[in-house]
């Protein structure tokens, strides 16, 4: 029997299925400069790339034992039935002239299509035809597989740290990933022995350190009382969607975005949260839509991974809901606002409270997981967008002798939410990517429009 997956991981494939128009899946767009001899690489020598490192990988050669979790039971990670990396790498070419617009109409529709639950939950493409002879690999896995941060440290298996570096020695599938007959269930039963270990492990915790154990459950209750009794506005950014997506970009120096936060206080993440809320108030007022009387609700991620997790696949991560206040016109008293919450938050519950949700949903049933991710996930109650802001490497990466260029990020779309932004940082960059339902959110462009012209805002001197 495989292993199991967690609640949380198991929550994105509920909330995939909870509505037709979500896709549970993440991304990124990897923009290479042409080849040291001109060019780009072929499709078979990206399949062989490929072949020879996703042995340090396991679980890119692995399947879920079934489509979804049954009400009492888990599904689990078995070996992938004749996996062939090949089936999983494609090739496109961009038509002419291959530039930023047939860029971003290609990943708006590579991004509108679900990923086979029959198959390991990912796929890859080499993408030729752009301008200036430069090429891409565009990525697709289910969340269920991996979170942002993780992510990042996939690109590192795939991706040298210098043009000329020696490939890494090959690391083919294990064997027992490789054949038809490996067995496959239809999930576990939820009190399997690793469950007990880890109530058991949770009573002894509570046993222990009851203090702590209190104030993590107390936690919990407060996050969901407060969220429940005073749910997220109602917003335009909120409602029903096609399931089809588009894709716009905002791209900004990073030595830029480091000298605001220099200069008016706070942390780089405070910009970024200051740059959303300026964007989406001119999204807002291009729809002549009544703007919230106070602030708009993001869903913001957070890495909770252990040093000794760093590289792990999976999910380990929880949830802030972060209010942005896109009713104050003046965008330094908005810089200011945000600074001000997200110190609050520092020594508030919400944090510890979001993570003690999923780990008491972790020792029940799925059923009781699925309760808890539709209501914190699966509607508007909660939240009116995801922005999520992962720090990605500053020294530039290689593929095939290749400077890898930029990194444009994909977050996916929770139901009822017609905008999710991702932001990465890359080599001295930071990259906004968008992601917008294309029947719901049609004009994605005013948005980018907004985080750029409040960052030229936060830019002006500060005059007294």
Excluded at 97 to 117: Q, V, Y
Excluded at 277 to 302: E, F, I, K, N, Y
Aim: charged share 20%.
């Amino acid at each position: 029997m495989g292993e199991q997956l967690s609640m949380l991981d198991t929550m994105f494939l509920d909330l995939e299925q909870f509505d037709e128009a979500a896709h549970m899946h993440i991304g990124a767009a990897l923009i290479f400069e042409p080849l040291p001899g001109g060019g780009t690489p072929g499709i078979g020598a990206l399949r062989g790339h490929v072949r020879g490192r996703v042995g340090a990988l396991p679980r890119f050669a692995q399947q879920l034992s079934g489509i979804h979790a049954g009400p009492m039971t888990w599904l689990t990670w078995e070996p992938a039935r004749g996996f062939d990396p090949d089936g999983h790498v494609h090739h496109a070419t961009l038509p002419a002239p291959g530039g930023e617009a047939e860029l971003r109409e290609w990943l708006g529709d590579f991004w509108s299509h679900r990923l086979d639950r029959h198959r390991p939950l990912w796929e890859m493409t080499l993408v030729d035809g752009l301008e200036g002879g430069r090429w891409a690999l565009v990525t697709k896995t289910h969340h269920c597989l991996v979170d942002g941060v993780g992510s990042l440290d996939i690109g590192h298996l795939l991706l040298d740290a210098s043009p000329d570096a020696p490939p890494p020695e090959p690391r083919s599938v294990p064997a027992d990933v490789t054949g038809d007959d490996a067995p496959h269930g239809d999930g576990r039963f939820w009190l399997s022995p690793g469950l007990v270990l880890r109530g058991t492990r949770a009573g002894i915790g509570a046993a222990t350190h009851p203090r702590h154990s209190f104030e993590q459950v107390r936690a919990a209750v407060d996050l969901v009382v407060r969220e429940q009794v005073i749910g997220a506005p109602q917003s335009s950014l909120n409602g029903p969607m096609s399931g089809t997506r588009h894709f716009a970009t905002v791209r900004l120096d990073l030595a830029d975005v480091k000298e605001v936060r220099a200069r008016l206080g706070g942390t780089v993440n405070d910009v970024v949260l200051a740059l959303c809320a300026g964007g989406l108030r001119h999204l807002l007022l291009s729809r002549d839509a009544t703007l919230p009387a106070d602030s708009l609700r993001a869903q913001v991620p957070v890495n909770i991974r252990s040093d000794d997790r760093q590289h792990a696949l999976g999910n380990e991560l929880t949830s802030l809901f972060v209010e942005l206040p896109l009713a104050e016109a003046d965008p330094l008293e908005r810089y200011r606002s945000v600074v001000e919450r997200a110190e609050a938050f520092k020594s508030g519950t919400q944090r510890a409270g979001g993570k003690t949700i999923i780990d008491l949903a972790d020792m029940g049933p799925p059923l009781a997981g699925g309760l808890i991710a539709r209501t914190m996930f699966g509607g508007t109650r909660m939240f009116n967008l995801t922005i999520t802001n992962v720090p990605g490497p500053q020294e530039r990466l290689y593929a095939f002798g290749a400077p890898l260029v930029e990194v444009l990020p994909l977050v996916p779309l929770f139901a009822g939410h017609s905008v999710g932004i991702a932001v990465v940082t890359y080599a001295g960059q930071m990259v906004f990517g968008l992601n917008a339902d294309r029947m719901a959110a049609p004009d994605v462009e005013v948005l980018a429009e907004g985080i750029e012209q409040a960052f030229t805002e936060l830019q002006a001197p500060v005059t007294v």
